[in-house]
């Protein structure tokens, strides 16, 4: 009975898997594996080539995440070569992971790969101005309408959020036609929108030019999500350039208070993070 009690309690306390991609540019890797290790998940950095010697070993994992960067230095286009290189090699154990009950996402680079994988829609380019844009937009989450919002599990409980991009081909591409079968699927995850952090700094909202304000999209029934701005550089509440304004706010008339410790640590980011590890839950 004891024996049977401890594999029921060793069973509920499995921590999820998370295998992030590296290699060849890709330089975001080491903040993702922290954001989800600190949202309960137990993750580990793998190179492409390893997993391609051993492919077998994602079916170990649950979710697949593509970090940010610049793989192959965007040489032939953002995420093409390092996205040829896994279609090339493990297009059959991609499809099998995405078969099972298993999340991906992809963040910024990462979003450029999984579109050039052809596991979300539309194209990703050269941001309106032609320049290299590093700075915080304010988000807005959409998902499916016919549920009252988001259906993806990485966004659940989640309505607006600020976080941080950094990229040159952060400009969403997708045809008119395309975009009304998106927003009928509720594969619009996230659009630009003038928030408190565009509002308090005066900052245009979508300054890299996507098409109908997109700045992530759906797929495979909100499993998949890939999104330019990056979560896990907002981990901390002290990420946000509104941190010293908020901070004060909290404490203004009073000292700080066990309740409020945990709004001054952690940042609107790591609810991502935490939402897909508890979808395992």
């Known amino acids: 009975m ?10 509920k306390t499995k921590k999820p898997r998370v295998i ?19 949202a309960g998940g137990r993750a580990d950095i793998v190179h492409i080539n390893d997993l ?24 032939t286009g953002s995420g093409k070569a390092y996205a040829n290189k896994f ?20 963040i910024c680079n990462g ?15 050269f ?16 998902g499916d309408p016919r549920q009252g919002g988001a259906s993806s599990p990485w966004l659940k409980g989640i309505k607006k959020i600020s976080l941080p991009i950094a990229h040159g081909e952060g400009h969403y591409v997708v045809g008119a036609k395309e975009y009304e ?35 992530g999209v759906l797929a495979y029934n909100g499993r998949v999500l890939g999104l330019m701005p990056h979560p896990e550089r907002a981990m901390f509440f002290h990420h946000s350039p509104l941190w010293s304004q908020r901070k004060t706010s909290f404490l203004r008339g009073k ?14 980011g790591i609810q991502i993070f935490k939402n897909a590890v508890n979808y395992f839950k």
């Open 181 to 215: 079968k998106l927003k009928e699927g509720g594969q619009v995850a996230l659009t630009y929108t003038k928030g408190e952090i565009c509002k308090f700094q005066n900052l245009e909202k979508n300054p890299n030019g996507s098409d109908y304000d997109i700045a």
């Open 52 to 75: 391609i010697a051993k492919p077998k070993m994602l079916k170990d994992y649950q979710i697949l995440a593509f970090p940010g960067g610049f793989s192959y230095g965007d040489d």
């Open 127 to 142: 941001n309106k101005n032609a320049e290299y844009i590093d700075r915080w937009v304010d988000l807005e989450v959409k």
């Open 2 to 11: 004891k024996e049977k009690l401890k594999l029921k309690l060793k069973i």
């Open 255 to 268: 000292q700080m208070k066990k309740e409020n410790s945990k709004k001054t640590k952690e940042g609107q």
């Open 87 to 106: 279609k090339n090699h493990l297009s059959k154990e991609l499809k099998e992971f995405l078969a099972r009950d298993t999340l991906v996402i992809g």
């Open 20 to 38: 992030i991609m590296s290699g060849y540019g890709l330089n975001c890797e080491e903040e993702t594996k922290f954001a989800f290790n600190w």
């Open 111 to 125: 979003f450029q790969i999984i579109t050039c994988l052809g596991i979300v829609p539309g194209a990703l380019t």
